[in-house]
Structures are given as C-alpha cells and as structure tokens.
C-alpha cells in the first residue's frame, strides 16, 4: 500500500500533462510519436523472493516531450512511470522498468502521452510467489531470421501467433533473431510482427551469430546497437540470468562461434571471465534452496554435426554445464528441431522411457531454431546422442510448462501439431 502511494504522489509530478491540457511545452508538438513495436522484458530481481519487475519498451518517431508508462491492476492504470530516451537508428527508444509489482497480478497498461498519442492498452500477468504451487509456462522459438521464406517475417508472424495461443508467462528467444543485424529496418520488422505477443509476453532473447559482427576486427561477435537498443535485459544483456518464480534462467552468448573457432576467439573458452561467471552463476544457483530448476539457454548448440559443430566451443562449454545441476540446455543456430539424450559428463544418463528423464542426474539438450529461418534440412538423426529428430523438414515453436514436480517441453508444427514431447520429474 505504501509503495502504491508512493506511485501516486510520483504519478501526480509527472503527469501534469494528463490534467492541464494546453501545456505551451506541448502545444507546438506534432503527433508523430505515437508508441510502436511495443514489448516486456522481465527485470532483473535480486533474489528468489524479491518483488517482480516489468521493464517496458517502445519506439517513436522524433517526438519532444516525454513519454510514461500508465499501469495499475484495472484498466484506471492508477499509476504511472517516466521513459527513459535513448536515440538510434530506430528512431526513439524509451524504456520504463515497473517495479515492486505484486505477483500472480494481472497488469493493465499503456505507453506515450497524451501530446503523441498513447499505445493500445496491454495487459500482463506477474509471476506466481516463489512458493506457490501455481505452474507456469514458457514459450520457446530461435532463428526468426528474416532469410528465404521469411523476408517480411511472414514464417514468424505465424509462429507467433500460434504461440500466443498457449498464454506463456514468457518467451525464451535462442538468437539469430534477424538475418542481418546491421540492418535496422530488420529488427523493427521482427518487433513488428511479433509486437502482438511481446506486449502481453515478456521476450526474453540471447544473440546468434546473425544479430553479432561476423568479420573479424574490433567489433567482432559484438551485437550490432540494435540489440542493445531495444532489448532491455538484465546484466550486460548477452550473459546474463533471471529468476521466474522458483526457476533460474541463464543466457549464454555464443558470439559469432564458427568464424571465431577459425581465430581461437571462441567464447566461453575455460579461464576466460564468461566461463568464470557461468561456472559462479551455476554455483550459485545449485546451492540456493528455493531454486528448483535450472535452465541454460543459447545460441550455438553443444550437441551438433557438420558445419554446426563447433569443437571448441563444445569441448570448452559442455563440461561446465554437465558439471553441474543444468535440468534443460537449449540452443538454436541449425533451423531443425532435435532433443538428445539426458546426459552427465559425457555418459547418456540411464532411463526407463524416451520421453521422461529425473532430474538432478543430467542435463537434457534440445536444439529449436525453426521459427522462421528457412529449414533447408532435418536434424542429425546419425549422432549417438540424438533421441528425436523430425523425419521432415519443419518449422516449430516449444511451449514448456513449469511445477514444482515436472518441467514438461511439447514441440508444435507450424500446423500447431505436437511432434515431440519430454518431461523432466522432481
Ligand atoms: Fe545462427
């Protein structure tokens, strides 16, 4: 109650421009800044049971003045929040992080102002406690790539849409999110398409090798500003964790891993800072008791073949997360989808079943880069570790539902038919 009184005193010195209208700081404007490609990002917390966080961001063309998030639990939005401005080559970017929210609440909000103009009004739902027995639910896509077959992202839309069907709390993306990263005009094509979904869906995404600078030199596996621009992440925003609910999620940034593994400039490589902090974030996470699951998720997969297997990103990065508790490792890169074996320390992990697996014994990995990037062949039905692959070429999508019992991960077509599924048990 405190905390929302305090929104409100807040709310009534930023928000004189709601009341008198006629301000002469606005009078002059234009409306050119109405909010676009609007979409969540979840915020980072301290800990376990630190109040949930809602960052918003949204472009505008050139506008003056500044722009807020309204919100509240009813659609009054009896609250409010500044945006921050950031200038790039998409024009205006604002962010506004919402925090102290209450959890398992439904959010209603909308973003610009009343000189520009105001988004549609979207709505979110926080994460349940931590100790709550509420499940929830994660979509999962990578390679939105805007390549053949999806110039206009018209293969993503449609993935989005389906995936929007099953209401996740939030998506997990595994990165080449374009085809061309310099490109600005892409970025703001994927938020376009996607925008439906990312406004209700926090977008949770790790760079591929697509959205990075592929030659080397001094801007090389660096994400172009885009990235950095419009997703408003935790951390540095390529290696970094979050916590939803009692599940601690931890991106790995694979760079530009092929063209690097030609100048030993693989990430991750055992001594360098990444592995140092991965190996301290795993750590830390296995020995947090309110911790139940962990989830890696990157770019480059560690179980691969031909041109997509890359020997020292694996050989660097696949101990330290079979070392330790990671439940799920997910990947991207290759445009198939493939689900390996339940793996500790290089051994195939015994099991009664294809399809279930206990966790705490080892880590199971699956490769989904099938949301746009066009699928030019199946997956490796031929190495040892493979468990299910598609005999057909396919675009997919992953929706992965969260207890305190089970993980369980379903893989849809892009006709919204179940091709494979995999429950990992407590
Ligand atoms: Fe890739």
């Known amino acids: 109650m405190i905390i929302q009184n305090i929104n409100k005193t807040l709310i009534a010195a930023i928000f004189p421009l709601f009341i008198f209208t006629g301000n002469p700081d606005y009078e002059a404007i234009e409306p050119s800044g109405q909010p676009e490609l609007v979409h969540l990002s ?7 049971r630190s109040s949930p966080s809602m960052t918003v961001t949204w472009c505008t063309s050139p506008t003056k003045g500044r722009q807020y998030v309204k919100y509240g639990s009813t659609p009054d939005l009896e609250l409010g929040s500044g945006g921050k401005r950031k200038e790039s080559d998409n024009g205006l970017i604002w962010t506004s992080v ?108 790790v760079p591929g090798n697509h959205d990075v600078e592929n030659k080397p ?48 400039q693989v990430r991750y490589q055992p001594g360098s800072p990444e592995y140092v902090w991965l190996d301290k ?3 830390m996470a296995e020995a947090d008791k309110d911790v139940l699951w962990i989830v890696v998720f990157m770019h480059y997969p560690l179980n691969s073949f031909g041109w997509s297997n890359i020997k020292l990103w694996k050989e660097s990065l696949l101990p330290l997360i079979e070392k330790h ?28 079943s294809n399809n279930t697996y206990t966790s705490g014994k080892g880590t199971v990995f699956i490769t989904l880069g099938t949301a746009g990037g066009n699928p030019t062949e199946t997956g490796g ?44 048990h407590k």
């Open 217 to 264: 030199g001094d801007n090389f596996q660096s994400p172009f500003p885009a990235y950095y621009d419009l997703f408003n992440l935790p951390g540095n925003e390529v290696n970094y964790s979050f916590t939803y609910k009692n599940v601690r999620f931890i991106a790995v940034f694979s760079g530009a891993a092929e063209a690097a593994s030609k100048t030993g």
């Open 98 to 205: 919402l925090k102290n929210l209450e959890n398992n609440t439904k959010y209603f909000y909308k973003c610009g102002s009343d000189a520009s103009g105001w988004s549609p009004l979207y709505s979110f739902v926080t994460e349940p406690e931590y100790n709550s027995t509420t499940s929830f639910r994660t979509g999962i896509f990578g390679d939105t790539q805007n390549n053949a077959n999806n110039e206009e992202f018209q293969k993503t839309r449609h993935i989005a849409g389906l995936m929007q069907t099953y209401s996740p709390a939030f998506t997990l993306h595994m990165g080449d999110i374009v085809d061309n990263g310099s490109d600005a005009a892409s970025w703001k094509g994927f938020l376009s398409v996607t925008q439906e979904l990312n406004a209700a869906v926090p977008l949770m995404p």
């Open 42 to 48: 979840i915020a980072s917390k301290k800990t376990v």
């Open 281 to 283: 974030e795993l750590s």
């Open 381 to 424: 039905k031929e190495m040892p570790s493979m468990v299910f692959t598609p005999d057909e070429k396919m675009y997919s999508f992953g929706i992965m539902d969260i207890s305190n019992e089970s993980i369980t991960l379903r893989v849809f077509s892009q006709d919204n038919i179940m091709t494979d599924w995999v429950t990992i």
């Open 325 to 352: 508790r990671v439940d799920l490792c997910l990947a991207g890169h290759r445009h198939v989808y493939e689900r390996h074996l339940q793996m500790k320390n290089g051994i195939p992990v015994p099991s009664d």
